[in-house]
T-cell receptor, first 107, second 120 residues
Framework: DIQMTQFPSSLAASVGDRVTITCRSS??????LNWYQQKPGEAPKLLIT???SLQSGVPSRFSGSGSGTEFTLTINNLQPEDIATYYC?????????FGPGTKVEVK | QVQLEQSGPEVKKPGSSVRVSCTTS????????MSWVRQAPGQGLEWVGG????????NYAQKFQGRVIITSDKLSSTAYLEISSLTFDDTAVYYC?????????????WGQGTLITVSS
């Protein structure tokens, strides 16, 4: 199975900051990389597909980039409602896999 | 808009089995496949297994092979996840999730989650 890693595992930032989360896959997955946001007690929410395609309704301060084995989720101008855990997920293989998550907190 | 409604929480003993259901409404059942994702208390998301229509049968994450079965009933628009030989480590919230189109394993829609507690 393809393994996904993310770093940092957690971070604290101030409102208005730019936040960057990195995701790596154990083998090349082209652009078959998705990002999810999960708030406590809720199901995950799909933010970005195909590495950089923002889903309808997701604020434009979220963006994604990368291909192959390294990917990035960026949140510009962090807002209080962005406090959550973010997961990357590969959809390249018939066996999907999630990264371990990055918890974003307010400093 | 597709909605996924899951069965209620369950408490099971170690060594027993459990079956969780997920009923689709507002869209064509299993048109684009269905996956199951679990989340142990305080932990991250873990893909358990899922179906991709063009491939027919379900695929499972390696650690669940032989212990998990994913099935479906078209007539009732319901997908099922059955886990056997339960251990304490299987205590988790189990989600069903499905894509909105042919993008396999891109999970646009999620169920509300079902808490399975394994306790002696």
């Amino acid at each position: 199975d393809i393994q996904m890693t993310q770093f940092p595992s957690s971070l604290a930032a101030s409102v208005g900051d730019r936040v960057t989360i990195t995701c790596r896959s154990s083998q090349a997955i082209s652009s078959y990389l998705n990002w999810y946001q999960q708030k406590p007690g809720e199901a995950p929410k799909l933010l970005i597909t195909a590495a950089s395609s923002l889903q309808s309704g997701v604020p434009s301060r979220f963006s994604g980039s990368g291909s192959g084995t390294e990917f990035t989720l960026t949140i510009n101008n962090l807002q209080p409602e962005d406090i959550a855990t973010y997961y990357c997920q590969q959809s390249y293989s018939t066996r999907a896999a999630f990264g371990p998550g990055t918890k974003v907190e307010v400093k | 808009q597709v909605q996924l409604e899951q069965s209620g929480p369950e408490v099971k003993k170690p060594g027993s089995s459990v079956r969780v259901s997920c009923t689709t409404s507002g869209g064509t059942f299993n048109n684009y496949g269905m996956s199951w994702v679990r989340q142990a208390p305080g932990q991250g998301l873990e893909w358990v297994g899922g179906t991709i229509p063009k491939f027919g049968s379900a695929n499972y994450a390696q650690k669940f092979q032989g212990r998990v079965i994913i099935t479906s009933d078209k007539l009732s628009s319901t997908a099922y996840l059955e886990i056997s030989s339960l251990t304490f480590d299987d205590t988790a919230v189990y989600y069903c999730a499905t894509p909105r189109n042919e993008r396999r394993h891109v999970f646009d829609f999620w169920g509300q989650g079902t808490l399975i507690t394994v306790s002696s």
